[in-house]
C-alpha cells in the first residue's frame, strides 16, 4: 500500500502560505490527486478555509497552535483523515507561530507514523518582514530564524517591494543560515510548481543516503521493534545519541514488563509512562546530520 505524502508549510503572518496552498492545490487538481488539507489557525475563526474547494477534504484546528496547545486533536485529526478519507497527499498550513520541528512532532505520532512519507518544510516568507526583524521581538526574530534554518524550500515572497540590493542582502542571509535549501524569490507566492516536486525527490532516497553530514534540513525517521528490549541496553543506545537527535516518541517493550511503555525523549531528557496494554511498537525520530542507517543498525542489536 503506498504511504500518504505530507507537505508542510511554514512562515510568519502573512508572508504568503495561503495563497502558495490555493497554486498548490491547483496543481494536484491538474494531476487528479486525491488530496487533503489541514489549516491551524490560533483563533477560534476560520479565516482562511474558503481558499479550499469543497471537494477537497478539509480539516481545520483552530484555538492554538499544533506544534503546542492542540496536539491532541491534530492526531485525532489527523488519523481521521488518513483512514476515512485515504488522500495521496495531505497539506498542513501551520500557523505564523509554529516550530518546523514542533510541527513534525506533533505530526508524528507512533499510532501511524509508518503510513506517510514527509515530502518537506516549505517556507515562505515575506522579504521586507525579513529586512526589518530587528524591530519584532526577541522571540519572535529566532522563530523567523529557526522556520528559515529549517526549510527544505525557502521561498522569498513580495520580491516586487525589494531593490535589487535588498534582495542580493537576503540571499546572503538565508543561504548562510541554510545553505541546502532551494531558495526562489517570487512575488505574489508565484513559484513553478516544478520546484516543489524537486524539492521533495531527495526525500526518495534510500536510508543510506542519510549519511551525508553537510545536509542541514530535519530528517524523520521510524523504527518498529518486533519483539521486546532489554532495559539497561536501551538506555545505553539513548546516552549514545548525539546532540542533533530533537525528538524521539513511541512504545517500546521492555524484558522486565508485560506491556509497553510510551517513551518520550526531547533534546536528551528521557520519560517513560507505564501501560495497561498494547501498542503498534513504533518509535519516531526527528532530527538533523543523523544518519539513519547507524540508528537503525544500533536499534536491530537491541533486538538481536
Same mark, same amino acid.
Given at each position: 500500500?503506498?504511504? +500518504?505524502? =505530507?507537505y508542510?508549510?511554514?512562515?510568519?503572518?502573512?508572508?504568503g502560505?495561503?495563497? &502558495?496552498?490555493?497554486?498548490?492545490?491547483?496543481?494536484?487538481?491538474?494531476?487528479? $490527486?486525491?488530496?487533503?488539507?489541514?489549516?491551524?489557525?490560533?483563533?477560534n475563526?476560520? =479565516?482562511?478555509?474558503?481558499?479550499?474547494?469543497? @471537494? =477537497?477534504?478539509l480539516?481545520?484546528?483552530?484555538?492554538?497552535?499544533?506544534?503546542?496547545?492542540?496536539?491532541?486533536?491534530?492526531?485525532?485529526?489527523?488519523?481521521?483523515?488518513?483512514?476515512?478519507?485515504?488522500?495521496?497527499?495531505?497539506y498542513?498550513?501551520?500557523?505564523?507561530a509554529?516550530?518546523?520541528?514542533? /510541527? &513534525?512532532?506533533? =505530526?508524528?505520532?507512533?499510532?501511524?507514523?509508518?503510513?506517510?512519507?514527509?515530502?518537506?518544510?516549505?517556507?515562505?516568507?515575506?522579504?521586507? $518582514?525579513?529586512l *526589518? $526583524?530587528?524591530m519584532? *521581538?526577541?522571540?519572535?526574530?529566532?522563530?523567523?530564524?529557526?522556520?528559515?534554518?529549517?526549510? @527544505?524550500?525557502?521561498?522569498?515572497?513580495?520580491?516586487?517591494?525589494?531593490?535589487?540590493?535588498?534582495?542580493?542582502?537576503?540571499?546572503?542571509?538565508?543561504?548562510?543560515?541554510?545553505?541546502?535549501?532551494?531558495?526562489?524569490?517570487? *512575488?505574489?507566492?508565484?513559484?513553478?510548481?516544478?520546484?516543489? $516536486?524537486?524539492?521533495?525527490l *531527495?526525500?526518495?532516497?534510500d536510508?543510506?543516503?542519510?549519511?551525508?553530514?553537510?545536509? &542541514?534540513?530535519?530528517? +524523520?525517521? /521510524?523504527?518498529?521493534?518486533?519483539?521486546?528490549?532489554?532495559?539497561?541496553?536501551?538506555?545505553?543506545?539513548?546516552?549514545?545519541?548525539?546532540?542533533?537527535?530533537?525528538?524521539?516518541?513511541?512504545?517500546?517493550?521492555?524484558s522486565?514488563?508485560?506491556?509497553?511503555? &510510551?517513551?518520550?525523549?526531547?533534546?536528551?531528557?528521557?520519560i517513560?509512562?507505564?501501560?495497561?496494554?498494547?501498542?503498534p511498537?513504533?518509535?519516531?525520530?526527528?532530527?538533523?546530520?543523523i544518519?539513519?542507517?547507524?540508528?537503525?543498525?544500533?536499534?536491530?542489536?537491541?533486538?538481536?
Amino acid at each position: 500500500m503506498s504511504k +500518504t505524502e =505530507i507537505y508542510i508549510l511554514s512562515g510568519f503572518l502573512g508572508s504568503g502560505k495561503t495563497t &502558495l496552498l490555493k497554486r498548490l492545490l491547483e496543481d494536484e487538481k491538474k494531476k487528479n $490527486r486525491k488530496v487533503a488539507v489541514m489549516m491551524n489557525e490560533l483563533g477560534n475563526v476560520s =479565516i482562511d478555509s474558503d481558499a479550499v474547494d469543497d @471537494d =477537497i477534504a478539509l480539516k481545520e484546528l483552530l484555538g492554538g497552535c499544533i506544534c503546542c496547545s492542540i496536539q491532541d486533536k491534530l492526531e485525532s485529526q489527523l488519523q481521521a483523515l488518513l483512514f476515512n478519507e485515504k488522500p495521496e497527499v495531505i497539506y498542513i498550513e501551520t500557523t505564523g507561530a509554529a516550530h518546523p520541528v514542533e /510541527v &513534525l512532532d506533533a =505530526i508524528l505520532s507512533p499510532y501511524f507514523a509508518d503510513k506517510f512519507i514527509i515530502k518537506g518544510v516549505i517556507t515562505i516568507m515575506d522579504g521586507a $518582514r525579513w529586512l *526589518s $526583524r530587528s524591530m519584532l *521581538s526577541p522571540q519572535l526574530q529566532q522563530l523567523l530564524l529557526e522556520q528559515v534554518k529549517h526549510a @527544505d524550500l525557502l521561498i522569498i515572497n513580495k520580491v516586487d517591494t525589494l531593490s535589487p540590493s535588498e534582495q542580493a542582502k537576503i540571499s546572503f542571509e538565508v543561504q548562510g543560515l541554510n545553505p541546502h535549501a532551494i531558495c526562489i524569490f517570487t *512575488s505574489y507566492a508565484d513559484i513553478s510548481i516544478k520546484s516543489v $516536486r524537486e524539492m521533495s525527490l *531527495s526525500k526518495k532516497e534510500d536510508i543510506k543516503s542519510a549519511k551525508i553530514h553537510t545536509d &542541514l534540513r530535519l530528517g +524523520t525517521f /521510524v523504527y518498529t521493534f518486533k519483539k521486546e528490549v532489554d532495559l539497561d541496553q536501551f538506555e545505553q543506545f539513548l546516552r549514545s545519541l548525539p546532540d542533533s537527535i530533537f525528538r524521539i516518541k513511541g512504545y517500546v517493550k521492555f524484558s522486565e514488563y508485560d506491556f509497553p511503555y &510510551l517513551f518520550q525523549y526531547s533534546y536528551g531528557m528521557p520519560i517513560y509512562m507505564k501501560e495497561d496494554m498494547n501498542y503498534p511498537l513504533n518509535l519516531v525520530f526527528i532530527g538533523e546530520k543523523i544518519n539513519w542507517d547507524a540508528i537503525h543498525t544500533q536499534l536491530s542489536e537491541l533486538e538481536s
